[in-house]
């Protein structure tokens, strides 16, 4: 979510390390293979339905089902009081697909693709960031290792959660060559599919990506014409209604597991109704600067800081931010690894102390069963209840910080150039 230091230039991480040594892949391995065997022992020792019960899966099995037998209920049935289907037409068109396979299937099917898609981003992040060969290989076993045990990816496995399938979806897309004539339209087909991933559209015209911004805004908008003509009426409710405008339809929006600005300051004034109009207030200035900073380090060439910025921006100001949309700390800890890996001196431990402080924030420290409450003592409770979210203004304020370092050295560097020639020619 932030860039690497002013004057480090983007280039293969095999010129920054020494020598590749056998022994780094092997253990980097060993310790992914223990990660995911104690994964795997910490599921069969607890209860079935404790750390696997694909309860958002469900949901979407059920949108599916509706969508092929009874679209107009689509979006006024009920899984249980205050929890309704708030996906688009388009998704629904495509839970229907996917519901057409047995329940037993779709449920390993989605834990398999979605374990699949986290190693994808994690590839793709560290091929954006100059990594290959063995070394790539060798970071990627080690991050994943890392992954099995944040919160939000335990989560997103937990609940068969869409989420790591839209996030690897945008890094693959967005990590495209940018003479891909239709580099951006999976973003907007993510968009299509969860409307969170909009934040992107502006994020791409202010980095200068016109041509990426205009196929993710014509890809999302296709998605749009699908679910009309597949689900006319359906489509109509949800878009020209407001229907999607409503936060609360997808459950409390105080609840702890809420990781948002707007949920942060509702639970601190009880009061989702009284928190709005801060929250509408605070998430114009986080927009403006988070946004503002992501194009600065995009144009700097820091893409993957860029990028990972837009999403914590989107993070921080939509109205529902669930625990497990926020996987993006996965490639966020690739990144941190990375721009230790070329700074120098002290810097290095500064970055090497946000990788380790980022996987321990958002670590999973027992919570999953436990799901509403966090660990930590009463007098704690405020921090501990918007831990994410205050871990994610933050990082924030990294990214911002890094950003203008990168604007100072770039308008310094003209006038160091300017005063060599003048040397030169005295």
């Not at 107009?72 to 205050?82: A, C, I, S, V």
């Amino acid at each position: 979510m932030v860039a690497a230091g002013p004057g480090l230039k983007r280039v293969s991480v095999t010129a920054l390390l020494p020598r590749q040594r056998r022994w780094p892949p092997l253990v980097a391995a060993a310790v992914c293979a223990v990660a995911a065997a104690a994964y795997l022992a910490d599921i069969l020792l607890h209860r079935p339905g404790q750390m696997l019960d694909w309860y958002d899966l469900n949901v979407y099995n059920h949108g599916g089902l509706i969508a092929r037998d009874t679209p107009h209920r689509l979006y006024t049935w009920h899984l249980r009081p205050g929890i309704k289907f708030t996906y688009t037409p388009f998704a629904a068109v495509l839970f229907a697909v996917c519901s057409l396979l047995p329940w037993a299937a779709l449920r390993w099917l989605m834990t398999v693709t979605s374990l699949a898609a986290i190693g994808v981003t994690i590839w793709l992040t560290l091929g954006a960031l100059g990594w290959h060969g063995r070394r790539r290989v060798t970071a990627l076993a080690a991050v994943a290792a890392v992954s099995l045990w944040v919160e939000p990816v335990q989560r997103a496995l937990h609940l068969g959660q869409i989420e790591p399938l839209l996030m690897v979806l945008i890094v693959w897309d967005i990590c495209q060559p940018d003479h891909r004539r239709w580099k951006g339209a999976g973003i907007g087909v993510a968009a299509g599919i969860k409307l969170t991933p909009l934040v992107f559209i502006p994020y791409l015209f202010l980095a200068g990506k016109l041509r990426q911004g205009t196929a993710t805004t014509a890809a999302f908008i296709g998605t749009i014409a699908i679910g009309f003509v597949f689900l006319p009426h359906t489509s109509a409710k949800y878009w020209l209604t407001g229907y999607f405008l409503h936060a609360s339809n997808v459950g409390n929006v105080k609840s702890v597991l809420n990781q948002s600005v707007l949920g942060m300051v509702a639970r601190s004034i009880h009061s989702v109704r009284h928190a709005t109009p801060l929250w509408l207030g605070l998430s114009a200035v986080i927009t403006a600067l988070g946004l503002g900073a992501a194009a600065m380090l995009d144009r700097a060439g820091r893409s993957v800081a860029g990028w990972l910025t837009c999403e914590l921006t989107q993070l921080l100001i939509f109205p529902i931010s669930w625990d497990h949309h926020w996987i993006w700390v996965v490639p966020a800890m690739a990144l941190f690894a990375d721009t230790a890996l070329r700074a120098r001196g002290a810097a290095r431990w500064r970055w090497w102390a946000l990788a380790a402080a980022t996987a321990a924030l958002f670590g999973a420290w027992g919570r999953i069963p436990v799901g509403e409450v966090y660990p930590l003592p009463g007098s704690l409770q405020p921090i501990s209840a918007n831990l994410f979210v205050l871990a994610g203004l933050a990082l924030l304020a990294v990214a911002i910080g890094a950003a203008w370092q990168q604007r100072v050295t770039a308008r310094s560097q003209p006038v160091t150039r300017n005063l060599g020639r003048a040397m030169t020619r005295t």
